[in-house]
């Protein structure tokens, strides 16, 4: 069962936003993370790599941070089955680059801004979230 942490989720929630108009506001682009992490890779498009290291070392630092200023135990589960996160690995990627734009990119910002195509794009991931949950849990 999972547990219930509306204060925490909040707070999350809203720091993801502020993070995402913060973005917006300084840099002009979306808090996409395929697109800020894919940006980091050659052929570089702009003069945006500093700030594109930044928000993934960000990404990466926040749970090293939050251990170590609460004592909180951060626990991340990953599949053993190789050729499983493989396949996952090349489906999340393709679906990013075919959607444009990947679950943050379209769920946080592209709802906000009332986008058709980040409506549809995220009614998708969703959809298929459920799916794979209720695979998961009941089939497989």
């Known amino acids: ?3 219930f942490t ?38 570089y498009r702009d003069n945006a790599f500093p700030s ?16 170590y200023f609460t004592g909180a135990e951060i626990t991340q589960t990953v599949s053993s089955n190789v050729p499983l996160m493989i396949a996952a690995g090349l489906l999340v990627g393709f679906g990013s680059i075919y959607g444009n734009g990947c679950t943050s990119g379209h769920g946080v910002c592209g709802l906000s801004r009332l986008s058709g195509r980040s409506m549809v794009a995220t009614a ?17």
């Open 52 to 67: 594109r290291f930044g928000f993934v070392i960000g990404l990466m630092a926040a749970p090293l941070l939050l251990m």
């Open 6 to 43: 509306p204060i925490a989720s909040l707070l999350g929630g809203a720091m993801i936003g502020l993070s995402a108009v913060l973005l917006m506001l300084w840099e002009g682009r979306i808090a996409g993370i395929s697109g800020i992490a894919g940006g980091l890779l050659p052929p």
């Open 1 to 3: 069962m999972t547990e």
């Open 124 to 140: 998708t991931f969703m959809a298929a979230a459920f799916v794979t949950v209720f695979l998961v849990r009941h089939v497989i």
